[in-house]
Nanobody
Framework: QVQLVESGGGLVQAGGSLRLSCAASGRTFSNYAMGWFRQAPGKEREFVAAISWHGGNTYYADSVKGRFTISRDNAKNTVYLQMNSLKPEDTAVYYC??????????????????????WGKGALVTVSS
């Protein structure tokens, strides 16, 4: 069993930055590929970024590429999402999720409805214009 808790959300002006953290409890965090997803009001949950269990492979949605960076620290059981140059359209609840069977590539390819084992409760990010 893995429990995921997101933190670091908040209100920021357009052009600003935030860093989300996702702390995992439970065993063998380093065995899991991790993903960040987001859901804006009235929209479906969508893929944002994914990282392999070792951190060597990362993937991003086109909408955040060049602005967001996903990273992980397996010693701290934590995955991060550094968000720069934020835009109002980035406003959403951001969720982290873990998958034992998927790779970062398949998380990025198939999105939130494919083979994610655990989800956090989400962190709200609001970007004002």
């Amino acid at each position: 069993q893995v429990q995921l808790v997101e933190s670091g959300g908040g209100l920021v002006q357009a052009g600003g930055s935030l860093r989300l953290s996702c702390a995992a409890s439970g065993r063998t965090f380093s065995n899991y590929a991790m993903g960040w997803f987001r859901q804006a009001p009235g929209k479906e949950r969508e893929f944002v970024a994914a990282i392999s269990w070792h951190g060597g492979n990362t993937y991003y949605a086109d909408s955040v590429k060049g602005r967001f960076t996903i990273s992980r620290d397996n010693a701290k059981n934590t995955v991060y999402l550094q968000m720069n140059s934020l835009k109002p359209e980035d406003t959403a609840v951001y969720y982290c999720a873990a998958s034992l069977r998927s790779t970062a590539y398949t998380i990025a390819t198939y999105g939130p409805n494919y083979d994610m084992d655990y989800w956090g409760k989400g962190a709200l990010v609001t970007v004002s214009s």
